[in-house]
Every structure is written in C-alpha cells, then in structure tokens.
C-alpha cells in the first residue's frame, strides 16, 4: 500500500430506471420511463466517479454521464430507460470537480472501468487535458471496432477522437493501485482495488456487480451482460479477492450504499 494515498468517491446524481435493468429476477419486464408509474419497479441508479490521490498521481475512476444526456442519447433511445433525471446541477463531473479545487489538467490519469455511457459519458473533458486516459486492451477492441455509432450502451460520440492506453491482465498501475479484469458486463470490464494504510482494502467493482442485491450470494445477474459466463466468474473471482484481503466492495449503482460510504467533498477515506 501507498502511505499518503486518498480515496475520494465522488456522487453524480442518478439516473432512474426499471430495476429489471440492473436484478434479473422472475416475473419482472422492462419498462419506458413514461411508463414507470406501472409494475415493475422503477428505481434510483446513483452513479458515481472515484478520485485516488496518490503521491505517484491523481488517478480519475469513470467520468459518470454527461449534461447533454438527453440530446446525446436521443439516436439510442436510452434516454427513455436511463434518463439521467435526478441529479442537480453541482452534481455532474464538471461541477464536483471544481468543488474539490480541480481541473481537468490536474488528473494524471482517467481509467475507465469500461466505456458505457454512464461511465464515460464524460470523457471528452479530459481531450488535451493531458491526463492519460486508460481502459482495458480488450474494451478497447470492442469499443472501436463495431460499425455504426453506438451498439448497446457504447457510444462512440463519448470517445472517439481520444488517445487511450491500455492495460492486459490484472496488473498495478500505481502503488496501491490495482487493476482487476472483471469480464462479462462488457468484453473489457474492469474492477479496481485500492490498498490503504487506514482503511484497509476497497475494491470498486463497477458494473461488474451493480449492487449488493446482485452480489448475493447467490449472485443475480443483470440485463446487460455481454457474456454471462464471464460475468458469473468474475462476481466469484472478486468475491475469492474481498474474502482474502479483507476487502470493502463498493457496488456500481447501489441506491442504498451510495448514502452509507463517505462521499466528496466533505468525506474521503485513507
């Protein structure tokens, strides 16, 4: 672990859609947002970023949705099943940011778990920031290989025209820093784990498992899952990890968790 590390998560409202999307369970059915008001449930789906302050760099984890969400969504039409509707001015990327005294020019790296919409809605912020954007090799590949603008929740307009690096493996990145190849959401997904010398261990599994409802046991997979196989090994592969180190999951979209943790700009872990 890194002595002088901090970990900041960083809440960006939510977005609202039919549990269904995130708890595939039996007797559920996918609504519209204009139909919300009919079972099943529609439900809070808080998003959020994670800054790590290391001595060796200030690392961003996912850049959350955009303010344009409604008219960059619109060719999709996951504005309809995600609108991105509870979230308040001072609450989206560019606005958190200011309030813990930052720019884009002061992250050294944006790591994307993987390149959803609702995870790198924001990464345009960061084109000739200087910061080093970072994703797996393998999200890489899908996310610039399909045809067409945008297939499921991968829209192009959110990173094209940027420089990514990649990493391969489950791998440091930093001291401290580690990188977890959790497949399955995406063909790219990963997980981080941050070692601190107060808190202990604390793995952001991001959509790898959206909430602790999902982790289980048993673990209960989502709509969205590119290859449930691998999703099913990688919810196990964290669970072998967090039982070992001891560890803190924190869930990618769990309305109820979001309120519990320790969340910027008043609350940081260490």
Known sequence: MATGTTVSIIPCGAMTADLTWLLLAPGRA???????????????????????????????WDTSCPRDWETRWAPTGLQDFFPYDKV???????SRLKQL?????DIDYVVFSHLHFDHAGNAQLFKDSGARLVCSDKEKEFAFGFDGPFTG??????????????VSGDAEFLPG??????????????????????????????DAVYMGASYGPPTVPAAIVNNLEQFYASVEKLRGIATESNATLVFGHDPDQIHELRTAPDGSYR
């Not at 204009?34 to 200030?58: A, I, M, R, S, Y």
């Not at 308040?88 to 560019?94: A, F, G, I, Q, R």
């Not at 005294?101 to 020019?105: D, E, N, R, S, T």
């Not at 929740?153 to 990649?166: C, G, P, R, S, V």
């Open 30 to 60: 996918i609504r519209r947002r204009q139909d919300k008001n009919l079972p099943p449930e529609w439900v809070d789906v808080p998003t959020h970023c994670v800054l790590v302050d290391t001595p060796d760099g200030k690392l961003l």
């Open 88 to 94: 308040s001015d001072d609450e989206y990327l560019d």
């Open 101 to 105: 005294g930052l720019a884009p020019g």
């Open 153 to 166: 929740a991968h829209i192009k307009d959110d990173y094209q025209n940027l420089d990514f690096e990649t």
């Open 177 to 206: 820093v580690s990188f977890i190849q959790t497949p399955g959401h995406t063909p790219g997904s990963m997980s981080m784990r941050v070692d601190l010398p107060e808190t202990g261990t604390m793995i952001f599994t991001a």
